[in-house]
């Protein structure tokens, strides 16, 4: 039952375009907090974050995430900086990346005479 179900040539052919995977995540806020027994140590925020990912059939695949915002604060009452991450920037973070299908020429191979 196991190889009539698994055969590979019963399964069509993927449309070359056709999306085979994707997706979209938008997160508005995360906080973070490190603690140790019952004293905080440190809080990381992380704001507007958006990833997106498609992934096309003989095509390309496109990754994207972006990071509004970042702060990392140290909780400890001592410390003589608590604002360890703090950028003023809009954006902390803009990546895309784009990745071209291989191309696979003909399998024939052709032999060279000298």
Same mark, same amino acid.
């Given at each position: 039952?196991?190889?009539?179900?698994?055969?590979?040539?019963?399964?069509?052919?993927?449309?070359?375009?056709?999306?085979?995977?994707?997706?979209?995540?938008?997160?508005?806020?995360?906080?973070?907090?490190?603690?140790? +027994?019952?004293?905080? =140590? &440190?809080?990381?925020?992380?704001?507007?974050?958006?990833?997106?990912?498609?992934? %096309? /059939?003989?095509? *390309?695949?496109?990754?994207?995430?972006?990071?509004?915002?970042?702060?990392?604060?140290?909780?400890?009452?001592?410390? +003589?900086?608590?604002? =360890? &991450?703090?950028?003023?920037?809009?954006?902390?973070?803009?990546?895309?990346?784009? %990745? /071209?299908?291989? *191309?696979?020429?003909?399998?024939?191979?052709?032999?060279?005479?000298?």
């Amino acid at each position: 039952l196991w190889h009539y179900l698994m055969k590979p040539e019963a399964d069509p052919p993927v449309p070359s375009g056709a999306t085979k995977f994707s997706y979209s995540v938008r997160l508005s806020s995360i906080t973070m907090r490190l603690c140790h +027994l019952d004293s905080s =140590l &440190v809080e990381v925020r992380l704001t507007s974050l958006e990833s997106d990912c498609v992934f %096309r /059939a003989n095509d *390309r695949m496109i990754f994207k995430l972006f990071l509004a915002s970042l702060q990392l604060d140290d909780l400890q009452e001592d410390t +003589l900086y608590p604002k =360890l &991450v703090w950028p003023d920037e809009d954006k902390v973070l803009e990546i895309k990346y784009v %990745r /071209a299908a291989p *191309r696979y020429y003909g399998g024939e191979q052709r032999s060279v005479k000298a």
